[in-house]
């Protein structure tokens, strides 16, 4: 199970990658479920339903940890309609 550590390897890992994609606000890492473990948040503009660019969204990041074995960080995306800022 992916711990919040693993997570930050996994944002510092595709983080340019994917900011860089238009319908992508933010990223972020968090627990979506115990049963999962952390997770690796996209926050996604509702708005741009560009396909393609969704499409290079990871479903799951897979980083190798300091001590030699293999974790999938699990990605949840979170649509965004109307982002207020006061």
């Not at 711990?3 to 933010?26: F, N, R």
């Not at 300091?66 to 207020?84: F, M, N, R, T």
């Amino acid at each position: 199970m992916p711990t919040e550590d693993d997570a930050k390897v996994a944002l510092d890992t595709v983080s340019e990658q994917l900011i860089k994609l238009p319908c992508v606000t933010g990223l972020g890492i968090g627990t979506a479920s115990q049963s999962e473990g952390a997770t690796l948040f996209v926050y996604l503009d509702s708005k741009r339903k560009d396909p393609s660019a969704r499409a290079a969204i990871p479903k799951k990041v897979e980083i190798n940890r300091p001590d030699g074995s293999k974790v999938a960080v699990p990605v949840q995306l979170i649509e965004q309609d109307d982002l207020k800022f006061e």
